[in-house]
């Protein structure tokens, strides 16, 4: 399980960063003023030639590529919601190097992200714990005989 956390981790980094980037690149290019068709191809158009912005494209790729080597590894349910914990590194991200201010509440929010990752990786190993006990004959939970 460790080496998962690791891909994870790192994986959650580049999404950060893509983050990041993508964040820059936009200011860059400048609001999308009305959603119509010209307006559109504008803002794609600039995109698409912004240095920032496919950067960010490429780290949020990195980010999909980590995840899909976590989900063939191990179960969605487990995987899926420890992602969540790239909205604290992107959160993090955002107030260090995009110099964001982050509402006390909104830090919160954070710690509460945080907690149910935390209860996520528990519960996957209490499950690797019953399933060595049912391995060894022992009943999950119970009294060992």
């Known amino acids: 399980m460790v080496k998962l956390l ?12 893509g983050v990041v980037l993508l964040s820059q690149g936009l200011k860059q ?7 119509t068709a010209p307006e559109v191809v504008r ?23 980590s995840l899909l080597v976590l989900m063939s590894r191990s179960d969605v349910s487990f995987v899926w919601p420890l992602t969540s ?18 509402s006390v509440l909104r830090w ?14 528990w519960t996957e ?3 690797s714990n019953d399933a060595h006990a049912f391995s060894e004959g022992r009943v999950p939970g119970g009294p060992d005989r």
Do not use: D
């Open 6 to 17: 690791i891909i994870l981790l790192i994986g959650l980094v580049f999404e950060a960063i």
């Open 29 to 35: 290019i400048g609001p999308l003023n009305r959603v």
């Open 43 to 65: 803002i794609v158009r600039r995109g698409a030639a912004n240095a920032r912005i496919l950067l960010g494209v490429f780290f949020e790729a990195l980010f999909f590529a």
């Open 85 to 102: 914990l790239g909205f604290v590194l992107t959160t993090l991200a955002a107030h260090l190097i995009l110099k964001e201010q982050v």
């Open 108 to 121: 919160c929010g954070v710690c509460l992200i945080m907690l149910g990752a935390g209860l996520i990786t």
């Open 125 to 127: 190993h209490q499950r």
